[in-house]
């Protein structure tokens, strides 16, 4: 059976790298550049987020065929990961 653990999971770990990267750039006024990714960032995890809405409301056959028909969409969720553990890594660095 496929379920949306993958892609809860996935959101959390988003939710946590953008409050990092929020928290990075309060912190220090020498990384208020990331501003304009950080926001593109949130952008596009709340299209993510609105996404596994719909996800989580279909049965399980309905969601499994739209998983498969659906080119790799954790694709685009672990690209997003990447670029905010990329941001968290330069503006957590001392």
Excluded: C, F
């Excluded at 304009?36 to 709340?46: H, V």
């Excluded at 659906?70 to 694709?75: H, L, T, V």
């Amino acid at each position: 059976m496929t379920d949306t653990s993958q892609y809860e999971s996935q959101l959390k770990h988003i939710d946590e790298l953008l409050e990092r990267a929020s928290k990075g750039v309060a912190r220090s006024p020498l990384h208020a550049d990331t501003h304009p990714q950080i926001a593109k960032a949130k952008s596009e995890r709340d299209r993510l987020a609105k996404h596994l809405d719909v996800l989580r409301k279909m049965s399980p056959s309905e969601l499994s065929k739209e998983i498969l028909e659906e080119s790799g969409p954790m694709g685009i969720w672990d690209a997003l990961a990447q670029q905010l553990e990329n941001l968290v890594e330069r503006i957590e660095q001392k």
